[in-house]
């Protein structure tokens, strides 16, 4: 295994790309009791299109989610209470992006290492059980169309996308579910849990060679081939609308405003770009913007207020969210910043801090075994290595995060999705 | 892990855990106060005027230019409640000193920033400014008013505020809207001086500096913190039985898609002399985890809910389930949760299933050792329950529990209240 050190921020990773194709990343923590494994798969909502060998083939939506909630059953029972009668706290989750199994534990280490990657190697499927799943997920997506913050997001991401399938819900709909059987589970497993098409990252006090011993034991020796995806016709960088709005119960009106462009960066231009994306963000809405301070003061926003860049299925979006009586105004002020930065720069002092500041949290971020995990695995799918992040950081300049917000925040790029008080 | 508790002032004690563990240092200070109905609202509103502006950096763009420039440093407003006392002061957390490229000094920059903060608010004629105190109190009542956003957690509100009427632990976290409204900037002066006198101060701080240097460095900064009479009669009386004899009902309406349903039991006998271990595991095996009686047959056999899950609060002495389910399953739930209950009074459970609690309880403690935050709020709920084990100490309690433990606790538990969170039924349904 490759040895990688980061003395100045004071970590170690192991790292190795095993014969069957899957990355391992160890990240040894000594003197912690608890130990996280975090096992993915470059599989999320929106590959719903893909293409193996010669043939395309088009999956209803909802299936990456559906597959995840599947994969615990194993023909002798279910892989979450073998993981918890063991001592381990096990879950999982679905992104746009990825799939993760994961656990964290204070004993038995190992044994639930094994567990894990036994069940997500072996799939499992009776129509009766994916039935049953149909009536669990379908309660799980009418919960999740009670919640506000999810229906503003997605009106946001409809109006920015006219074929990718970020604009679709991750877990799909009770009618697109409704669509899945058995076969479709088995094939998609198939396709994206090859261990060419995933990764393995440990964090915490544990023997890196072990984790390689058990991983290689136990996962399937061949690479499978990498599945192509097709997220749709390129976007055009403009909102297909540029306002929607929805009512809902609530207390006061929320707002999601933002962009979205095509964006198919790898390595490090893809790690450079988010970099540079963070910093340009923060300096603009972060809390120690003139932006932030002025519309905090004038009550037009609350501490909800904040921006996040997001690059997931060949696409970008820049959303800036938070709850507002007077979104529209927002939107004005947004666009009327971002001009301002256009014709004066951002200023050099506040940039500068907020290069120190994004370091700082950095480095505390290296404690949260999960994000550490995640941003390991995800930075793997993407082919850059997210500990190079710190002297990225360090290199950054003021006018890489300017073009950033001229490239990005320009009027008729925006759209503003608003979800309002019913009356 | 050793803590090490001193007191630095009176009433204000300081919890401190030396540790070269972590990148991340933690360092909260919190004001105990007794939670009431014409407090609690002010008592929410305190830390987030405070973190407006101090004398010397009188508004929010150069705080946050400061913590920028102590690497992206934290100060986060905290108000929290256990059981019938409010908890309101300040989070901080900063990288350890040792993972910056300088030699600066990250902790006392911050500590001395925290103290400023409580200590020396910006004032005209001695009082707070009546612009920040407006602004800050319309956005609590945003806060207020915006529970109705979460229907899972403003359920178990509802739950709680019925169930609890005339108790203390009936009042919210942030308090109510109708006190809120009525606050000002004078009244909220008095009453911010008042809490700084006589509160019970709880400071924590974890990180790689020893105590001799957080002692020193924090009495240096609280200095000009007078104190009065410490209010220490504070604390929470816990109702042994339920409000009337029979379970109460309850429904409400309101345009949602998924109804949620809450139910809330007295623990009744077994908190005359709580032992916080076996309600632990008891907790774990009901509804607590993943392989608890409630998500193994509500939800996973039967598929009547997306979620049920329990939650006990250890101060008060009351249990609540809480699930998420289709409105024609409001009957079949119901029961189902109380078959489960009522499995474990007859001990209708395996060595494994109790084994399987013990385990995620021990184990979810002995974790929190690897988290400053997870530190900060273990040992501040220890410090105001007046409880003296450790996280791993009581780890291992918990899995010394027996099976007779986990069934007395089922079986001194009484259900007092249940509330449903329904979709708005169209009239004609209704008639026929």
Known sequence: MRELEYPVIGEKLYTDTLPNGLRLFVCPKPGYTKSYAFFATDYGGADRRFRLGDEWHDTPAGVAHFLEHKMFDMPDGNALSVLSANGADPNAFTSSGITAYHFMSTEGFYENLETLLTFVSTPYFTEESVQKEQGIIGQEIRMVEDNPYYAVYYGLMQCLFAHNPMRESVAGTVESIAEITPQTLYDCHAVFYNPSNMALCVVGDVDAEKVREIALRILPAEAGERPVIDYGETESGLPLCTRVEKQMDVSMPMFALGCGFPSALRGRASLRQRVNAYLALECMFGSSSPLFNRLYAEGLIDSSFGAEAEFTAGVGTVVISGDSEDPEKVFEEVVREAERIGREGLDAGLFARIRRAAYGMRVRGLGRFGDLAYDLAASAFEGYQTLDAFSVIESATKEEAEKFIADTLRREALALSVVSRRE | ?432
Request: charged share 30%.
């Open chain 2, 1 to 432: 892990m050793n803590a090490v508790r001193r007191e630095l002032l009176p009433g204000v004690a300081l919890t401190c855990i030396t540790t070269d563990k972590f990148k991340t240092g933690c360092l909260s200070v919190n004001l105990l106060t007794q939670l009431c109905r014409e407090n609690a609202a002010k008592n929410a509103l305190i830390p987030t005027v405070l973190l407006r502006g101090c004398t010397r950096l009188p508004d929010m763009e150069k705080i946050s230019a400061e913590l920028d420039m102590l690497y992206g440093a934290r100060i986060e407003p905290m108000v929290r409640k256990y059981g019938e006392i409010q908890s309101l002061g300040f989070y901080a957390d900063f990288v350890d000193d040792r993972y910056l490229p300088e030699g600066t000094k990250q902790f006392d920059g911050v500590a001395k920033l925290v103290c400023e903060l409580l200590l020396t608010p910006v004032t005209r004629g001695g009082l707070l400014l009546p612009d920040y105190v407006d602004s800050e109190r319309d956005k609590l009542l945003d806060l207020i008013r915006s529970r109705i956003n979460e229907k899972r957690s403003y359920s178990m509100f509802r739950l709680v505020e019925l169930m609890c009427c005339g108790e203390d632990y009936a009042v919210a976290r942030i308090g109510s809207e109708e006190e809120a409204e009525s606050i000002n900037y004078k009244k909220l002066t008095r009453h911010y001086r008042d809490l700084l006198a006589t509160a019970p101060i709880e400071i924590f701080y974890c990180g790689s500096a020893d105590t001799e240097h957080v002692e020193a460095v924090l009495k240096d900064a609280l200095h000009n913190l007078l104190r009065g009479e410490i209010d220490y009669d504070i604390g929470t009386d816990i109702r042994m039985n339920t409000l009337e004899e029979d379970t109460r009902y309850f429904t409400e309406e309101m345009d949602v898609s998924q109804g949620k349903l809450a139910i809330g039991w007295r623990l009744g006998d077994c908190m005359e002399e709580p032992d916080a271990a076996a309600l632990r595991v008891f907790n774990a095996m009901y509804g607590g985890d993943v392989t608890s009686k409630l998500f193994e047959n509500v939800r996973e056999k039967l598929s009547l809910c997306y979620f049920a899950s329990s939650m006990v609060d250890y101060f008060k002495g009351i249990m609540l389930v809480s699930s998420g389910i289709e409105f024609d399953k409001y009957d079949e739930a119901k029961r189902e949760i109380f078959r489960q209950l009522d499995a474990i009074r007859n001990g209708e459970f395996s060595e494994e299933e109790l084994q399987y609690a013990r385990r995620s309880t021990a184990s979810s403690l002995r974790a929190g050792s690897d988290s400053p935050g997870a530190l900060e709020s273990f040992y501040l709920g220890r410090n105001i329950g007046g409880w003296d084990w450790s996280n791993e100490e009581l780890a291992a309690l918990c899995e010394e529990v027996t099976r007779e433990d986990v069934i007395a606790i089922a079986q001194s538990a009484v259900c007092d209240a249940v509330y449903f969170l329904r979709g708005e039924q169209d009239e004609e349904a209704e008639e026929e």
